[in-house]
């Protein structure tokens, strides 16, 4: 079987949206899948983090192929003076700003559905040089987002009739920030259209969680249960080689990835201030690695954590790994957005291989409730339940000054090995696959 992999992020990009093509692409060939990955030159594409180890993990035996694109980032740069370029429409820039709303309109009403959809001309001219050579294959894979990239599969499956699967690692116009871009009617109607078109066209549609795919199952009464398969992130056992070592001299939360005023950490962090002043014996610190922004620094500091928080930059994957394994507990916020019953972020995976005790501000019910629930590993606390946290938070402490070590038992996760998820993708590539 060969297959067709298209995605912008891939090594040497880094942060959470290369995680999933890569580990998928990485484990195919066990299963009899042989590979071929067009992306985004790294020198042209813009990406908002690189981690060059994970060129590592690229197999020798996949062909990489990369191509030029077409995109107003550069003029961005220039125009605002920024350095880092926004991402998440914009999640990460300034939200009140004239010059930041004005961009978000352009954003939002001339890029649809999405400003990286440059990109895909240069795809399809790349695909075009593949089939004039006599190339075959059995399928494609687009990977979102950006979701312009599904774009490309809907037009190689017109051109080609290649067999197509859409990978949809978010929702597209029900995404978190989607309202701040300000679409007029008409823009909002083009996007919807495209979401519908892709959906309804695609042969299989793969998302994350459950919840995601009850969102997309309501776009249009043509589609069936059936096309829909719920593929989640996972975690690569390869990546946890290192053993646990959790620290015996203090009680170690540690929380990786971003983290915004959206997550609404708040009430959590002062419940580990009055847990601090309750327990001066016990030596309670907290380690966030990543992009933490202003707002939660305030946040941090206003309830006297400064001293007990230890702040790091974005790191490598595989150093990220090694600081979930040197913790004691590992927190998970999920934003106080709409739709966000079915965020299932990639981390959540790997904080299960981790095996360490998670604690997750959250809605509880949610795809990520149910997900600490059926694996025994944690419990997600609402945003406001501030009594409970700090209920929560005194079991850790009684249970640390007995044993610093709170590393749970054998867990029930092992259906969320990379491996695992890649072998239902290969039964999805074929045909013939009657696979759920």
């Known amino acids: 079987m060969r297959l067709l992999v298209i995605t912008y992020y891939w090594p ?27 992306t985004v030159d ?33 003029s961005y740069q220039k125009l605002t003076g920024r350095q880092q370029i926004p991402y998440g429409g914009f999640a990460n820039e300034s939200k009140t700003s004239l010059q930041q709303r004005f961009f978000k309109f352009v954003r939002g009403n001339i890029f649809i559905p999405d400003a990286r959809r440059g990109w895909n001309r240069h795809v399809l001219r790349a695909c075009a040089e593949l089939m004039d050579r006599g190339e075959k294959f059995d399928a494609v894979l687009t990977s979102s987002p950006p979701h312009s990239t599904q774009l490309i599969g ?16 978010d929702p597209w116009t029900d995404i978190y920030y989607h309202a701040e871009l300000n679409q007029t009617a008409p823009a909002r109607w083009l996007d919807a259209w495209y979401e519908r078109q892709v959906l309804e066209q695609a042969d299989e549609v793969l998302v994350t969680s459950p919840d995601t795919k009850r969102l997309l199952l309501g776009k249009s009464a043509r589609l069936t249960a059936a096309k829909f398969h719920v593929l ?45 002043a309750r327990h001066p014996d016990v030596p309670l610190r907290l380690r966030f690695v990543g992009q933490v922004s202003e707002g939660v620094r305030r946040q941090i500091a206003e309830v006297g954590l400064s001293e007990r928080t230890e702040l790091l930059p974005f790191v490598p994957h595989d150093e990220s790994v090694g600081y979930l394994l040197r913790s004691t507990l590992l ?29 997750c501000i959250g809605p509880v019910g949610s ?5 600490l629930e059926e694996c025994g590993a944690g419990r997600v606390l ?16 009684a249970a640390w000054r007995s044993n610093p070590n709170l590393d749970l038992p054998s867990m029930n996760h092992s259906r969320y090995s990379r491996r695992a998820l890649t072998g239902r ?3 999805l590539v074929r045909p013939a696959s009657s696979a759920s």
């Not at 996972?234 to 080689?241: A, I, N, P, Q, V």
């Not at 795809?367 to 997900?371: K, S």
Request: proline letters at 7%; glycine letters at 6%; aromatic letters at 8%.
């Open 382 to 397: 609402a945003y406001g339940a501030y009594a409970a946290i700090v209920e929560h938070l005194e079991n850790h402490i």
């Open 232 to 276: 989640p992130n996972g975690y690569d056992e390869s990546d946890f080689r290192e053993p646990s070592t959790p620290p015996t001299d203090q009680l170690l939360i540690t929380h990786t990835g971003t983290i915004t005023e959206t997550y609404h950490i708040e009430l959590f962090l002062r419940a580990c201030a009055e847990c601090a």
């Open 154 to 169: 809907l037009e190689l499956q017109k051109r080609y009739g290649l067999r197509w699967l859409a990978d949809l690692r």
């Open 42 to 74: 790294p020198e042209q594409g813009a990406y908002p983090v690189r981690d060059e180890s994970l060129l590592r993990e690229v197999p020798a035996s996949v062909r990489v192929i990369r191509t030029g694109t077409s995109e107003p980032f550069n």
């Open 12 to 38: 040497p990009s880094g942060g959470a949206g290369v995680q999933r093509s890569l580990k998928f692409v990485k484990h195919l060939p066990q299963f009899g899948v042989e590979c071929t990955v067009i």
């Open 331 to 359: 927190l998970m916020a999920i934003p106080d957005v709409d739709h966000n019953f079915g965020i299932l972020p990639g981390k959540v995976f790997e904080y299960l291989a981790a095996n360490k005790p998670i604690i």
């Open 425 to 427: 993708l290969a039964q």
């Open 367 to 371: 795809d990520a409730d149910n997900l």
